[in-house]
Nanobody, 127 residues
Framework: QVQLVESGGGLVQAGDSLRLSCAAS????????MGWFRQAPGKEREFVAV????????YYGDSVKGRFTISRDNAKNTVYLQMSSLKPEDTAVYLC????????????????????WGQGLQVTVPS
């Protein structure tokens, strides 16, 4: 079983950048796909981005495409989410998650495709 710990959240101004990190331990990190989701108060969990095990394939939610970049460093067992041009609507709790073994890429944006979740961290962009 993999354990995930996010870091790097906080309060930033609109237009600023922020990088989130997710450190993994346990299961072989380099063999699993890793994703980021977010959840704002009163809203459903929203897919943000995912990266495959080798880092060669990524996919983004429409609301963050072109502004956010996901990456990973398998030597450090860490996945990153670089967020730029932040907007008030990006305010949410951000969670990283590890994909289930064998999940097809076609279903990778669904929370059901992930079996381990971090505790989440708050990102706030005031309006």
């Amino acid at each position: 079983q993999v354990q995930l710990v996010e870091s790097g959240g906080g309060l930033v101004q609109a237009g600023d950048s922020l990088r989130l990190s997710c450190a993994a331990s346990g299961r072989i990190f380099s063999s699993i796909g890793m994703g980021w989701f977010r959840q704002a108060p009163g809203k459903e969990r929203e897919f943000v981005a995912v990266i495959n095990w080798g880092g060669s394939r990524t996919y983004y939610g429409d609301s963050v495409k072109g502004r956010f970049t996901i990456s990973r460093d398998n030597a450090k067992n860490t996945v990153y989410l670089q967020m730029s041009s932040l907007k008030p609507e990006d305010t949410a709790v951000y969670l990283c998650a590890s994909a289930r073994d064998g999940v097809p890429w076609s279903g990778i944006a669904s929370p059901d495709s992930y079996d381990v979740w971090g505790q989440g961290l708050q990102v706030t962009v005031p309006s």
